[in-house]
């Protein structure tokens, strides 16, 4: 069997040990890694294939002789999912037994088709790590875009091919698989504690999301808020980040708001980066918080007096460092193989 050469060293540890003698010492020395790591590799592989029905077809397809696509025709197809997967309730939908995945939006009680994918590139999308299925699920499998996913995007993954062989913290090649099996910063935080409470109250985490949503909307940059481009909702989207950033300052608080809902950075990284206290992150992030909610509550009570938004078009520029530029519009596409 002829194993694709741009799939990730996880993976290809795990078929190299499925398809030979299934001894982790000889396909170690083949690829001159030590026998733990093709062990920790194959594992992860295993439990993802477990866990996951679309990873379990797709492998099993190429393991009987099915085949992969070619690696451009993967990422011409994973251009066209991920940034609709970018909009809120837009998920990748499968079920054991579908020839194509259905990538669907939900708005209120209305589910709008976007477009199908074939069930193999969904499988893929999953088993690289761009992907993940939502947990809890049975059946009719749900999956949204994981952080991996969007950074690629928020990247130029439009014009690039993402980097499956990163280094892990032990040195060794491995790719951000546990990308689609780990949560985000905010998720983390937004999980309950033990007895039972949370560390934001629902209204502060209601919030959160809105910042990330925003900043997507927004086109990830909240400049040119009169550009004669600019869409209403983007429009909306740059003058309540604005607004936010600029009540915030420079400084240690908005760098720890970014990595919790637009970059998704470890906050441990962040506050070694910035010299802070240990898990002071959270604390500052909560404090910043209740200032956005207060910017936000305040130009939804203007917007609704001034339906254009027209008092805030005057609002001078703000220095605040921006990521990648990247288009996030959905497009309206047909059905493609």
């Known amino acids: 069997m002829l194993i694709p050469d741009w799939l990730p060293p996880d993976v290809t540890a795990y078929l190299e040990t499925e398809t030979s003698d299934g001894s982790m010492r000889s396909v170690a020395r083949t690829r001159g890694a030590q026998p733990s790591t093709v ?30 696509p070619v690696a451009s025709k993967f990422w011409i197809n994973a251009r066209k999912v991920l940034p609709p997967m970018l909009k809120s309730n837009a998920r990748l939908v499968w079920s054991p037994g579908m020839a194509d995945a259905i990538l669907a939006h939900s708005v209120g009680d209305e589910i709008e088709t976007l477009g199908t994918v074939q069930a193999e590139v969904c499988g893929i ?16 499998r749900r999956y949204r875009i994981t952080s991996f996913g969007r950074k690629w995007l928020m990247q ?7 980097e499956l062989h990163q280094v892990g913290p032990q040195g060794s090649a491995g790719i951000p698989l546990r990308a689609a099996q780990s949560i985000t910063p905010l998720e983390a935080l937004l999980r309950r504690k033990v007895d039972g409470e949370q560390w934001l109250s629902p209204d502060l985490a209601k919030v959160a999301r809105s910042i990330g949503r925003d900043w997507f909307a927004a086109g990830q940059t909240i400049d040119g ?15 309540r980040l604005r607004l936010a950033f600029l009540d915030i300052g420079e400084g240690a608080m908005l760098e720890v708001l970014k990595a919790y809902c637009i970059t998704e950075q470890n906050i441990e990284t962040v506050e070694r980066r910035l010299s802070l206290p240990s898990r002071s992150g959270k604390v500052l992030f909560r404090e910043a918080l209740v200032r956005v909610k207060r910017i936000y509550e305040a130009q939804n009570a203007l917007k609704s007096g001034q339906p254009n938004g027209s008092a805030f078009c ?24």
Do not use: K
């Not at 990247?326 to 059905?335: A, F, G, K, T, Y």
């Open 39 to 68: 062990m920790r590799q194959v594992r992860r592989v295993a439990e993802l294939r477990r866990s996951d029905p679309a990873v379990e077809y797709v492998l099993q397809r190429l393991l009987s002789g099915g085949g992969f």
């Open 125 to 140: 999308l999953a088993l690289v790590g761009l992907t993940r299925v939502q947990s809890g699920e049975v059946g009719l």
């Open 156 to 162: 130029g993954g439009a014009d690039h091919e993402p």
């Open 225 to 239: 808020i009169d550009a004669p481009y600019c869409g209403q909702a983007a429009h909306e989207a740059r003058l």
């Open 314 to 337: 005057a609002i001078p520029e703000v220095p605040v460092p921006t990521l990648p530029s990247h288009s996030c519009r959905v497009q309206h596409w047909p059905n493609f193989g």
